[in-house]
C-alpha cells in the first residue's frame, strides 16, 4: 500500500501508474470474478483453450438440431469450474508468465521486425522504414515505445517458422493490450502510440476480439485529437483548451508525413469497421483535416533534412466532387494511397446513408441519396487509371493497395445495389440486385487474378469483410436463380477463408463457417435474404 492506496506489485515494477482500486465492502461470490476488457460487460467463464480465441463465437459449432430451450437454465458460470473461495488457489508460475510476455530478443526481434516489413509494409503504409531501423537499431524505439514493439511482434509471429515463437503470441498481445489500456489522453510518444494501437486494432480483428477493435479506434481517434494531429493542414482553426497545452508538433517533414498516413489508415479502419457491423463511425469528418498523403516513393526517399515546403500534398475536402475530381494529381507519378483515402471516405458516406437511424429506406430521398452516391462512385471508377486498379497490370509494390483498393470499390456497390426488394417495384429490385451481383463478381476475379501472383496479397483483415459479402450475395444469386456458374467463385471464397486461417486461425474459420452455413440454408430463408436487404442480412447474420 503506497500513499493510502492498494498498489499491484507489477505495477511498482514497471514505473506504471497503478490504476487498481480495492474494494471496500464484501460482495456475492459471483459478483467477485471480474470480467475486463469486454464490450458488454461481465461474460460467461470460459476453459483457457476457447478462451484464448476471445470473442470467437461458438455458434458456428453448434448444430442446428440440436435442442437448447433449456440451457439458459444451467448458469452459465457453472458450466466450467470456478474459483472455489475456500480452496488454496493454485499460482501460476510467475516467471513462467512473466518470461512468455517478454520482448524477444537478439536474432528472433530481428527477424519478426523484418517479417512485419515484408508482409505488412503495405497494409500499414505509415512507417518510413529508414527512420524505423535507424531508431530500432539506435535503441530508441525500445526506451520511448515497447508498446509498439509487441504490437509489431504480435502481428509479425502468425508467419514466424518456429513454432516457438508462433506460442508466444497470445502473451505478446495480452501485454501490448495493457500497455495500451494504461495510455491516458495525451500518450508518450504520441505518434508511435497511434501507430500501435492501429497495428492492435488489425490484429484484434483476425482473433475475433471485435470489442477492443471498436474501443481502440475511438481511444486512437480521441488521443488524436487531444493532440491536434487532426487538425495538422489546417490552416483557420483556432487553438483552444487543450490544443494550447498538448498540441504535438512534428519536428521533421518524416514525422508529419507519417502522421498524415497514420491518420488516415485510421480514418479507412474506422469505416471498414462500421459497414459490416452498424456499429457507429469515431472519426468526424467535420474535425479531419489532413492532407492526402505523397507518393509512397517520395515517402520513403526522405530524409531528416527534407524541407516541408518542398512536398506537394493533394488538400483534403468534405466535398466528394472536388474530392473525386483530385483523383487527376495522382496519376503521374501513379499515387494509390491517394485512390484508397477517396473510396474510404465514399465508403464512409454511403455506410452513414444505410446506418442511419434517421432515414428510412422506404423514401424517395433515400433512393435519390443512394443514386447520388452511386454516380460518384462510377465518376470515380472512371476517374482511376488501370495502373491503379489491374492486379496483373500493378507494379509489385502496389499491388497490395490495388486489391484492397478494388474489393473496397466492390463493396460500396454491394452496399449501395445490395437494397430491400420491398421498396422498390419488381423490375426495379431486381435490376438493383443485378448491379450487386456484378460487384461480387468483379470481387471473384479480382481474387482469382490475385491468386495467380501471391495469395499472401489475400491474407489481411482489411479485405476479409469485403470478400465474405460478395461470397453472400453470390450465395444468392445461386440458389434463387439456379446459375451455376457462382459455384466455382464461392468455392474460391472458400478457399480463401481457408488459407486465411493458416495465419489468421478466427478470422479463417469464422468467415469460412459462415459461408458453409450460408450455403445449407433453406429456400425460404435464402428468399427472406434476398427481400430484405443489406441491412436485413446483417441484422439476421450473427457472425459479424
Not at 168 to 196: C, M, S
Not at 221 to 250: I, K
Not at 316 to 329: E, G, R, V, Y
Amino acid at each position: 500500500m503506497e500513499n493510502g492506496r492498494h498498489v499491484i506489485s507489477l505495477c511498482r515494477k514497471w514505473g506504471l501508474k497503478c490504476e487498481y482500486i480495492a474494494s471496500s465492502h464484501r460482495v456475492n461470490d459471483d459478483e467477485s470474478l471480474q470480467y475486463t476488457s469486454t464490450l458488454f460487460g461481465r461474460q460467461p467463464f470460459l476453459p483457457p483453450e476457447i478462451a484464448s480465441q476471445n470473442a470467437f463465437n461458438m455458434e458456428y459449432f453448434t448444430d442446428n438440431n440440436v435442442d437448447l430451450s433449456g440451457s439458459w437454465e444451467v448458469p452459465l458460470l457453472n458450466s466450467y469450474p470456478t474459483v472455489d473461495p475456500f480452496l488454496p488457489l493454485r499460482v501460476p508460475n510467475t516467471e513462467d508468465i512473466m518470461g512468455e510476455a517478454m520482448l524477444p530478443v537478439g536474432e528472433t526481434l530481428n527477424e519478426l521486425i523484418n517479417i512485419f516489413f515484408e508482409h505488412f509494409q503495405h497494409r500499414f503504409p505509415f512507417f518510413q522504414k529508414n527512420t524505423f531501423f535507424s531508431q530500432f537499431q539506435n535503441g530508441t524505439i525500445h526506451a520511448e515505445s515497447e508498446l509498439l514493439l509487441y504490437a509489431i511482434c504480435t502481428i509479425a509471429s502468425s508467419f514466424h517458422p518456429d513454432p516457438a515463437v508462433k506460442t508466444r503470441q497470445n502473451a505478446w498481445y495480452d501485454q501490448a493490450k495493457f500497455l495500451y489500456e494504461f495510455t491516458g489522453r495525451v500518450p508518450q510518444p504520441p505518434l508511435r502510440t497511434i501507430q500501435a494501437a492501429l497495428c492492435l486494432v488489425f490484429h484484434a480483428y483476425t482473433r475475433g476480439d471485435f470489442s477492443a477493435c471498436w474501443l481502440y479506434v475511438g481511444k486512437a481517434w480521441r488521443q488524436a485529437a487531444s493532440l491536434g494531429m487532426n487538425r495538422a493542414d489546417s490552416s483557420n482553426s483556432v487553438r483552444q483548451g487543450y490544443y494550447t497545452q498538448f498540441e504535438w508538433t512534428p519536428k521533421t517533414a518524416i514525422e508529419k508525413e507519417e502522421c498524415r498516413r497514420t491518420l488516415w489508415v485510421l480514418f479507412m479502419m474506422d469505416r471498414n469497421g462500421s459497414w459490416p457491423t452498424g456499429w457507429p463511425t469515431a472519426v468526424d469528418e467535420r474535425h479531419f483535416k489532413i492532407d492526402i498523403p505523397t507518393t509512397e516513393a517520395v515517402f520513403q526517399a526522405m530524409t531528416e533534412e527534407t524541407d516541408p515546403s518542398t512536398l506537394i500534398n493533394t488538400p483534403f475536402t468534405p466535398k466528394l466532387n472536388t474530392l473525386i475530381s483530385s483523383t487527376s494529381a495522382a496519376k503521374s507519378p501513379l499515387n494509390p494511397f491517394h485512390y484508397l483515402v477517396i473510396v474510404h471516405v465514399l465508403l464512409g458516406r454511403v455506410t452513414e446513408l444505410i446506418h442511419s437511424l434517421h432515414n428510412s429506406p422506404d423514401t424517395l430521398e433515400y433512393a435519390q441519396e443512394c443514386d447520388d452516391l452511386d454516380a460518384s462512385l462510377v465518376k470515380l471508377r472512371l476517374s482511376i487509371p488501370r495502373s491503379a486498379t489491374s492486379v496483373l497490370e500493378a507494379s509489385t509494390e502496389d499491388r497490395d493497395h490495388a486489391v484492397w483498393l478494388n474489393l473496397i470499390l466492390n463493396t460500396t456497390a454491394i452496399l449501395l445495389h445490395y437494397r430491400s426488394a420491398g421498396i422498390a417495384d419488381p423490375s426495379t429490385a431486381k435490376d438493383y440486385f443485378a448491379r450487386a451481383v456484378v460487384a461480387a463478381e468483379n470481387t471473384a476475379q479480382i481474387v482469382k487474378d490475385t491468386a495467380r501472383i501471391s495469395i499472401d496479397l489475400l491474407l489481411s483483415a482489411h479485405i476479409a469483410s469485403s470478400i465474405y459479402i460478395a461470397g453472400c450475395v453470390l450465395v444468392i444469386h445461386w440458389r434463387t436463380t439456379g446459375d451455376e456458374s457462382c459455384r466455382g467463385d464461392i468455392e474460391v471464397f472458400e478457399l480463401v477463408f481457408e488459407r486465411m486461417s493458416d495465419v489468421f486461425t478466427v478470422l479463417g474459420l469464422k468467415f469460412k463457417i459462415a459461408m458453409k452455413r450460408d450455403q445449407e440454408r433453406s429456400d425460404e430463408e435464402i428468399l427472406k435474404l434476398r427481400e430484405a436487404g443489406f441491412k436485413g442480412l446483417l441484422a439476421d447474420c450473427s457472425k459479424w
